[in-house]
């Protein structure tokens, strides 16, 4: 079976002899946080660091999720390596894949996913925390970023599936901020465009309670342009529809 080595990768997994699937499922790692168990499977996520490169090592068995394209099933990190190469070719900011292999034996389907981590950058939930403590210029250059990548997804026709605010990653860079997104297993095309993209829009705003009126207008606008303000009633409506029930 193929696996995918990233070209960027693939000499510094090869010098360590993990540039193979057994060699890297062997690997004794301690788990970032408690096991996935959902899906009649096990999922974990661990951190390995190699030569001062770190990486989230994410190894599961016969966690599996189903789809239109899938009915049947297949690993969710089979999935999210898929998109991670979408979201490239359509020019979306978002974490890379260093490393991707699965197998199946029997009853047995595992899947590894090694994904490079974002050093550098910082999710949206914690900038949000210390809200209050950054300038006017550095909150403008966090919400332009952010409604950048948004409307980028969402013009290519993609529903992120997760888009919390923890799963924005945010960095400062010479010429400005750069944002991008994480966990990507849920992301999808439309199937009805305008519902979804307020429902990701809802997802997305629900923990950045921070941010005042002035700030949500400067988000639509750099999200939307002139239909900014269109967006913004249909969240608000979806909003009033959930508070009612």
């Given at each position: 079976m193929n696996d995918y080595h990233s070209p960027a990768y693939a000499d510094l997994f090869q010098r360590h002899q993990l540039d193979d699937f057994e060699a890297l499922w062997a690997l004794s790692l301690t788990p970032v946080d408690a096991p996935n168990l959902e899906r009649g499977g096990h999922s974990e996520v661990c951190l390995l660091t190699l030569e001062n490169q770190r990486f989230f090592v994410k190894r599961q068995t016969n966690h599996l999720g189903r789809s239109v394209q899938r009915p049947f099933g297949e690993p969710t990190f089979a999935r999210e390596f898929?998109?991670?190469?979408?979201?490239?070719?359509?020019?979306?900011?978002?974490?890379?894949?260093?490393?991707?292999?699965?197998?199946?034996?029997?009853?047995?389907?595992?899947?590894?996913?090694?994904?490079?981590?974002?050093?550098?950058?910082?999710?949206?939930?914690?900038?949000?925390?210390?809200?209050?403590?950054?300038?006017?210029?550095?909150?403008?250059?966090?919400?332009?970023a952010s409604a950048a990548l948004l409307r980028t997804l969402h013009d290519s026709g993609l529903l992120h599936g997760s888009l919390y605010a923890k799963h924005v990653f945010l960095a400062q860079t010479p010429s400005g901020w750069i944002a991008r997104f994480i966990d990507l297993e849920k992301s999808r095309p439309f199937f009805r465009r305008s519902a979804e993209r307020v429902r990701d829009l809802d997802v997305f705003a629900r923990r950045l309670d921070q941010w005042q009126e002035n700030e949500w207008q400067r988000f639509f606008k750099h999200y939307a342009g002139p239909e900014g303000p269109q967006w913004r009633q249909k969240l608000d409506a979806r909003l009033a529809r959930k508070r009612k029930k």
């Open positions: 898929r998109n991670i190469q979408l979201f490239q070719k359509r020019g979306i900011p978002a974490l890379d894949a260093a490393w991707f292999g699965e197998r199946r034996s029997g009853k047995s389907w595992r899947a590894i996913l090694i994904t490079p981590a974002l050093d550098g950058h910082e999710d949206l939930v914690d900038l949000n925390a210390r809200w209050q403590t950054l300038s006017e210029e550095t909150q403008y250059g966090i919400i332009d």
